[in-house]
């Protein structure tokens, strides 16, 4: 985990927060479950709520991918509507 960070390479696999890694560097990156919706362009009637948080989200994307040293993987997630 990365409260338990202490900066030596191991072979684990480390599971965290994009807002816990804030400041560290990985070799690998694994970015499971990206929303579309945080890469794309918000409506122009989004409400002002709306806007900041695609923006926040897109800051912390963003974070995420500057936290990978040689390896970088992003997972988008497919919305898919149902109707009932």
């Known amino acids: ?3 338990e960070y202490s900066g030596r390479t191991t072979d684990a696999v480390r599971v965290g927060t994009v ?3 804030k400041g560290l560097e990985f070799k ?3 970015l499971a479950h990206v929303d ?3 890469v794309d362009a918000a409506p122009a009637e989004s409400s002002e ?3 900041e948080r695609r923006e926040r989200g897109r800051r912390e994307l963003y974070v995420g991918m500057t936290r990978a040293r040689d390896g970088l993987w992003v997972g988008v997630r497919n919305r898919v509507s149902r109707s009932r």
């Open 49 to 51: 709520s709306d806007r």
């Open 36 to 38: 579309r919706r945080m």
């Open 1 to 3: 985990m990365l409260d």
């Open 28 to 30: 690998q990156v694994l």
């Open 19 to 21: 807002k816990r890694a």
